[in-house]
């Protein structure tokens, strides 16, 4: 059984920095792109990176372009995002995720999920 844990979300002041961590169990993940998606209330869960099995490709939305990375540990199964200079617009639950093939955007083509961690950004 596939399972996605998340760590280390929280609170974080504006201008501050944040890891989250989503560790993966259960299977092989060779070939499997990861990728953070997020969730505010009242709204859609939208992608915010997300990066391919060879690391060699990766996905940022325009959003948090140039503050936030997305890194994976094959090793490890682990994908992690480093959240500099959060805003308070980047308040959200945030999930990660899995597929078996190459980066997609779109939440349906994901097949295995986090339970969520709350991020909050205090101005």
């Known amino acids: 059984q596939v399972q996605l844990v998340e760590s280390g979300g929280g609170l974080v002041q504006a201008g501050g920095s944040l890891r989250l961590s989503c560790a993966a169990s259960g299977r092989t993940f060779s070939g499997y792109a990861m990728g953070w998606f997020r969730q505010a209330p009242g709204k859609e869960r939208d992608i915010v990176a997300a990066?391919?099995?060879?690391?060699?490709?990766?996905y940022y939305s325009d959003s948090v372009k140039g503050r936030f990375t997305i890194s994976r540990d094959n090793a490890k199964n682990t994908v992690y995002l480093q959240m500099n200079s959060p805003k308070p617009e980047d308040t959200a639950v945030y999930y990660c995720?899995?597929?078996?093939?190459?980066?997609?955007?779109?939440?349906?083509?994901?097949?295995?999920w986090s339970q969520g961690t709350q991020v909050t950004v205090s101005s």
């Open positions: 995720a899995t597929r078996p093939a190459d980066i997609a955007t779109t939440p349906g083509r994901y097949a295995y």
């Open positions: 990066i391919s099995w060879s690391r060699m490709r990766t």
